[in-house]
């Protein structure tokens, strides 16, 4: 049995991939502080026995994605918010707001391709822990993962990474 994880080490090692998962199930929304929020609040309600599981770092991710799923369907059923002004969003999150564009389209994805591409590529989650959290096979989870990444790239212009001379490459 591992030795238990102090939590704020915790929020420190796994604090950013858990507020990338929020974001990219949200969109960006500011409500994706709140479901990382909900998220280590439930872990630091049973801390003492989640400190000592193995894989610490899938069980935030997995909770992560079920918080800001149910931040979701909590808006579907409010409707638009009316706040006028949002609250300043944190720096934690990594890539920054600049982003935000990515983190729409991959809000827009079917939620099959959202699911695979968030949990795969911003939670780094192996395939298998994808289709365990999905209830899909691995080579299910893998193809929604690639069909995923092949619509955000038909979707999103990126920049191609210049070297020194500004050429491509």
């Not at 026995?49 to 808006?75: F, P, Q, S, Y």
């Not at 699911?115 to 590529?121: G, I």
């Not at 989650?125 to 092949?150: C, F, K, M, Q």
């Amino acid at each position: 049995m591992p030795t238990p994880l102090p939590f704020e080490t915790a929020i420190e090692t796994h604090g950013a991939t858990v507020l990338r998962v929020c974001r990219a199930v949200l969109g960006g929304h500011v409500d994706a502080e709140d479901a990382w929020a909900e998220t280590f609040v439930a872990a630091l309600a049973d801390w003492d026995r989640i400190a000592r599981i193995e894989n610490v770092r899938g069980w935030l991710v997995t909770v992560a994605h079920r918080k800001a799923i149910d931040v979701l369907r909590a808006k579907g059923k409010q409707g638009p918010s009316l706040d006028v002004v949002p609250e300043t969003p944190t720096t934690l999150g990594i890539p920054e707001a600049t982003h935000l564009d990515l983190y729409r389209a991959i809000a827009l994805l079917p939620p099959g391709q959202r699911t695979a591409v968030t949990l795969h590529y911003l939670a780094g989650l192996p395939y298998a822990e994808v289709a365990a959290e999905t209830g899909i096979s691995p080579a299910a989870a893998r193809r929604a993962g690639a069909d995923g990444v092949h619509a955000l790239r038909a979707t999103l212009t990126l920049p191609f990474p210049t070297d020194t001379d500004g050429e491509s490459a």
